[in-house]
């Protein structure tokens, strides 16, 4: 079956990680539709098995399929890692299934000033070495870092930002041997964005923050040209899917977008 312009764009992470790029890809697609899906149900995606994180994203897309959507992007930096080749056979020609890594990668092998790199994430991102040899497999000259930091995106869920407690757990995390000296760090989790100014103030904003947001979103919007796919005009009506409520998904998804949320709860594994 053959995509067209006018089908949403499928958006998913493990809850409000995702809208930091659902966000930016507004700002830059604000012709196309997206249908969000935030798993508040099964989160934090970092701490699980790659097996139930796939068994989870699978299911998603599934939905987001059956949802019509053209593009399916996997908006979680541990799903990209960990179930993105087999989500890629499931999904094979019905969508164009995109990831938040690889669009990251490429940004960094295209700059030649990058040379110590410190990358932060959850468990399933950091133990899966995804960046690290994505990055080492082009480029042998840049030293990454990687440094697993669980705690944030609960505490992100949570609320807990820009507050002392955030700050102790950010000053905690970043003060550690395995980030000295490094030049740049990617924020290798959806959720991270959200802290970035936090994240910068800690390096007294000498050290260069990566954010996927707004390069995913770029990179999105140059896949969906060159495939034809990029709607021009039309009405926008964004729809949001959770598989829990949590009030801060709420509260998070509101303060993005300003338009009236309307907040869907669905069990997909019933
Ligand atoms: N936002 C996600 C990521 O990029 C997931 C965080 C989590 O649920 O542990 O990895």
């Known amino acids: 079956m053959r995509l067209k312009r006018e089908q949403p764009i499928g958006i998913f992470d493990s809850g409000v990680g995702g809208l930091t790029v659902a966000h930016a890809i507004k700002q830059l697609l604000p012709n196309d539709t997206f249908i969000y899906f935030g798993d508040t149900a099964h989160l934090p995606y970092g701490d699980k098995s790659a097996e139930s994180i796939l068994h989870y994203s699978k299911k998603i897309a599934e939905f987001l399929l059956e949802k019509n959507c053209k593009v399916i992007l996997v908006a979680c930096n541990s799903a990209s890692a960990v179930a993105f080749s087999s989500l890629n056979d499931y999904v094979g020609e019905k969508a164009v299934l995109m990831n938040v890594i690889d669009p990251v990668v490429e940004h960094i092998l295209q700059n030649k000033t990058y040379k110590k790199i410190g990358v932060i994430g959850t468990k399933a991102t ?80 000498d050290v260069e923050v990566i954010d996927s947001a707004r390069i995913v979103a770029n990179d999105l919007k140059r896949t969906l040209i060159s495939k034809d796919l990029l709607r021009s005009e039309g009405k926008t009506t964004n729809q949001f899917f959770i598989s829990d409520y949590t009030p801060y998904f709420e509260k998070i998804s509101k303060m993005f977008f300003e338009e009236a949320i309307h907040l869907t709860k669905i069990d997909l594994w019933r």
């Open 126 to 205: 950091i133990n899966s070495g995804a960046y690290e040899k994505k990055i080492k497999e082009k480029r042998q000259d840049i030293e990454v870092k990687s440094l697993a930091t669980p705690l944030l995106a609960p505490m992100i869920e949570e609320g807990f930002v820009y507050d002392d407690i955030s700050n102790a757990i950010i000053r905690a995390y970043l003060s550690k041997k395995e980030l000295k000296n490094i030049q740049s760090l990617i924020l290798g989790c959806t959720h991270y964005p959200i802290i970035k100014n936090q994240i910068s103030k800690f390096y007294n904003f």
